[in-house]
């Protein structure tokens, strides 16, 4: 099997971010534009991984850490000069080479397998990802030959204006056969409109040197949308947030408002669950089946949320498991607790989880318990199963099984408190 590297480039200053961040390090969906190209890529099967840096490489670095190598390109020359940066790394390696942008965040798995698997398959030198555009402008067009063959890809500013006509464009996403890239990267120039190494350069030279070059057409151009702005990486968010709610939708789970639901990536939900509006879910959560989640709940990072369950409304739980047939109805935070089956949260407890020494404490609930309304539970606590909880009670010590624990300051009635009335 053929060797398969990737090339990140995330060298790029982001001028019209208008930030004191790299722009590849911004966030959508609570994850580095960078760091989803990067899974992306390991996903597809790409094991190693070079990412070209250079402004504000420390902030990459610090996302990415030692999951990638890196190569450094102190100035912004172009892309081909970005992706000859990394040819130290390459040397005496064969196989193929995908290349990627940092900042087109949302490219499918699926869609750079298929890359990858044309190349090989045809046996060409290099692959590009090529899209349809009824509205092509800006973009570098794709030169083909009468057998349909890629002969070059011409930018925008150097395109005559036959060639403006056409409407496929390079996705700026490549697989290359690494021999030839690197040769062909040696003889590119900068004798263009824009005075830039171009990374598309070496189609033309792998062409005149008679090399066999194709394309593969992307079904979704919304893969390759690119972020230079944070009006596009609003967009881009849009457009992930619509791809998951669909894909859940597709599998069986119910979604009353998708403009209002934000769920992160990487979440499991399971068929015949309602999510009601103004509801986030992050990464990494697991919902069981038949469960009622919202509206206005905040479910965070590491919950499992078994059959049955009832997230109601202002709701917020974060690394939590929640047994099933259990209900959190509403007015709740529970973090770092685990809480058995079939027992009810009343409206207003919560967990208080933080200490003054800034640890977080687990508190555990066990099955067929009865939660009052406003009840503080001190962690680390535990309360057994079949208990009942007063209203208004402060917990701090253990609740035994089959116990009803009432922990209230006793009333006391001042007369005359207030004697200016």
Partial sequence: MEEIIGIIMAAGKGTRM?????????????KEMVKR???TAKEAGINEIITVVGHKREQVEEVLKDSVKYAY?????GTGDTVKQALPLLKGRKGKVVVLSGDVPI??????????????????YA????????????YGRIIRDIGGNVKSIVEEKDANEEEKLINEIGAGVYCFDIEELSLALNKIDNNNAQGEYYLP?????MNEKGLKTGAVIIDDNTEILGVNDRVQLELVTQVLKLRINTELM?????????????IYDDVEIGIDTVIHPNTTIKSGVKIGKNCEIGPNAYIREKCKIADNVKVGSFVEIKKTIIGEGTKVPHLSYMGDCEIGENTNIGCGTITCNYDIHKNKNKTVIGDNAFIGSNVNFIAPVKVGNDTLVAA??????????RTLAIAREKQTNKNNWNKNN
Wanted: net charge neutral; aromatic share 6%; glycine share 6%.
């Fill in 18 to 30: 208008k930030t004191e961040k790299a722009k590849c390090v911004h966030k959508i969906y609570g």
């Fill in 37 to 39: 190209v990067v899974d």
């Fill in 73 to 77: 390109q102190e100035q912004l020359l």
């Fill in 107 to 124: 490219i499918r798995p699926s869609t750079l397998k298929n890359l990858i698997k044309k190349s090989i398959k045809d046996k060409e």
């Fill in 127 to 138: 692959t590009v990802l090529t899209a349809i555009y009824e509205n092509p402008t800006g």
């Fill in 201 to 205: 350069d070496v189609i033309k030279i």
């Fill in 250 to 262: 597709e599998k069986g789970v119910t979604i009353e408002d998708m403009n209002s639901t934000y």
């Fill in 392 to 401: 208004g009670s402060t917990i701090t010590e253990y609740v035994p099984d």
